[in-house]
């Protein structure tokens, strides 16, 4: 996949996700290429990913922020974008994010796109992430001014410049303190629609009330300071 023309590099943060991961490197733009930041799977996801030519980092410390950020690190790109690895997420939903980019180019200022999640079905979403989803984005538009509808895990920057921001989260917190620190640093921050997929397995973070619950916490912590 790599290209003298990638114009984007996908971070896909992982645990176990060999499933869904073949649907989505089918599914790549060819202008983009996808960088597997691996959080210690053990079902075959690192082999899956190099056998196909991608572009593996190991990250040994665990945590969504952890693979987020150590993907970020690798990326090369002159824009860098972050995806869920479990299929719910459709790659070519990168389209719509670029091209929100262009449309603001001459701003001349750093432009941070966000995918706000339209699910497909109940399975996608289930209620009680959409309110904690929808309380979290009220609070960072209090925080910060930025009228975001949705704190998703689909997100695309220009990499250098996001990679000098200070974000300091390792764990869930990741994309809300990326939001933060852009509109601290007054970057454009906007939104675009994309289609939500039910998930390929079950979430390590959000598929159980605890770990739903823990998300909050570490989003509630990064607002808090």
Known sequence: MASAEVLVDVVLPCLDEAEALPRLFARMPEWA?????????????????????IEVVEVPQRGYGAACHAGLLAATAPLVA???????????????LLAEHRR????????????????????????????ANRVL??????????????????????????????????????PVETVVRAAEAGWTITGVPVPYLARTGRSKVTGTWLGAARAVQDMSRVLAS
Do not use: C
Request: proline residues 8%.
């Open 33 to 53: 290429r996808p960088i597997l930041a691996d959080n210690g799977s053990a079902d075959g996801s690192i082999d899956l990913a190099r056998q196909r030519g």
């Open 137 to 174: 984005a009220h609070r960072v538009r209090r925080a910060t001014g930025v009228g975001l509808e949705d704190i998703g895990p689909l997100r695309l920057a220009p990499t250098k410049r996001l990679q000098d921001l200070p974000i300091g989260d390792r764990r869930s917190g990741y």
């Open 104 to 131: 603001l180019l001459p701003e001349r200022r750093s432009h941070l796109v966000v995918g706000a999640r339209r699910p497909m079905s109940r399975e996608a979403w289930p209620w009680r992430l959409r309110v």
């Open 82 to 96: 972050f995806m869920d690895a479990d299929a719910s997420l459709d790659p070519l939903s990168l389209e719509v």
